[in-house]
């Protein structure tokens, strides 16, 4: 299992949510992905997007200044 | 929503595109505005997807749309709109999406007469026909308007179960909507591109004047969604942030431009795109000031960050010519 980390600043929605898509098909099921952006609409649009693709959210926050979502790899990848 | 429901209806595996030109309206302002935070932040394809249970593939076509919108071969609507194009384009990449990942035909939600340009009944033919989709395109919404298509033919989807809306109004397709048990759906009638806003467009027309071409960058559209645009000069423009969300956006800018704010009083972060001179500079300061809290100061201290290491303080008095900054708003 590997987690990696997505830079999606400066983005606005929906480009880190193509951003993660792209990322998450270059992964395994199980990777962990943290996407960090600026958007707020991430932390809506994000965590849909994993319901729909069947991948799991394992952290949902924000240090203040960045958006910060980790998300796990489900098996019904993309 | 309603033409994916009825397909599915009939046991018919169906999954989303949505393509991503760099114009979509929601998202952005939803993010970057104080006064839009108080309004739902959902991406309305995924929260479609969502409610029907498919998959959504998002796809980034920024980079093959500047074609379409810089050169459309049927022209804009009523401001920079290339709805004919745009919808071609996009049932063409469909075609291209559908071919590569084994599904068998296409279905969008147009109906005849639902919209001026795009959706009349002698340009439906036309998209089907110059995206290369040809009778791969289904329209469930007005299916029984139109001739056969090949899936309505081979008997892949039962004909008699799609419809025959027509027209612009929206009554059909609400009484549907509520037969299908659909409380909550996306406003209908447009709004969802930048490129139908009277001002985003004439924002756009005036960037390509200044640069002299057409072509654009992402960051090139996106900042034109934001801020007051304010040119005094053919060789210069100024983009003033309206409140704290598009003063905090614009910070992420504030490298690839010339900057300024006020250090005196409470105030928006500006902008300048182009080519100052010096006596540019000091209008651009004093139009800087007449956005802040000191707007009826003698004086204001204006600080001007360059692109590198460059920055200086200057003391402007606010511009007051009321009238020529109307004359200067894009």
Not at chain 2, 66 to 87: E, F
Not at chain 2, 124 to 136: F, Q
Not at chain 2, 306 to 314: A, V, Y
């Amino acid at each position: 299992m590997s987690r990696e980390t997505l830079n999606a600043r400066r983005l606005l929605c929906p480009l880190p949510v193509i951003r993660t898509q792209d990322k998450v098909k270059q992964l395994m099921p199980g990777d962990q992905l943290e996407v960090i952006g600026t958007d707020p609409g991430l932390m809506q649009d994000i965590p849909t997007w994993c319901r729909i693709n069947g991948h799991k959210v394992l952290e949902l926050g924000s240090d203040g200044h960045d958006y910060i979502v980790v998300l796990e790899v489900g098996a019904l990848k993309q | 929503m309603l033409a994916t429901k009825t397909i599915m209806e009939q046991g018919i595996h169906v999954e989303g595109i949505n393509f991503f030109t760099g114009f979509c309206v929601e998202g952005h302002t939803h993010a970057i505005r104080d006064k839009e935070k108080a309004k739902a932040k959902r991406n309305n394809s995924l929260w479609v997807a969502e409610q029907l249970g498919i998959k959504l593939h998002i796809i980034d076509v920024i980079d093959d749309y500047k074609n379409v919108l810089i050169n459309p071969k049927h022209g804009y609507g009523a401001y920079m709109n290339p709805c004919l194009d745009c919808k071609i384009f996009m049932v063409n990449k469909a075609k291209q999406w559908i071919a590569e990942n084994g599904f068998d035909f296409i279905i969008t939600g147009e109906v005849i007469g639902q919209r001026p340009m795009s959706q009349r009944k002698a340009t439906l033919p036309i998209v089907a026909r110059e995206s290369g989709a040809d009778d791969l395109l289904v329209r469930p919404l007005c299916a029984k308007n139109l001739p056969p298509t090949l899936p309505e033919r081979e008997g892949w989807i039962d004909r008699e179960k799609l419809h025959a809306i027509t027209g612009r109004s929206r009554k059909p397709q609400m009484e549907m909507a509520e037969g299908f048990g659909f409380s909550d759906y996306a406003q209908p009638a447009g709004g969802c591109c930048f490129l139908t806003d009277k001002n985003y467009s004439a924002k756009l027309v005036d960037m390509w004047q200044a640069h002299g071409h057409k072509d654009y960058q992402l960051d090139d559209v996106m900042l034109l969604k934001v801020g007051r645009h304010i040119r005094p000069a053919a060789h210069f423009k100024l983009i003033v942030a309206r409140d704290e969300g598009e003063g905090r956006f614009l910070q992420g800018y504030k490298k690839d431009f010339i900057s300024l704010f006020s250090r005196s009083h409470a105030g928006p972060l500006v902008l300048l795109d182009g080519n100052p001179s010096a006596e540019d500079l000091y209008l651009a300061a004093s139009i800087t000031a007449r956005y802040g809290q000191g707007r009826y100061m003698d004086q204001v201290e204006i600080m001007i960050k360059g692109k590198e290491d460059f920055e200086r303080m200057i003391l402007v008095k606010p511009f007051a010519a009321e009238d020529q900054l109307q004359e200067w708003y894009i």
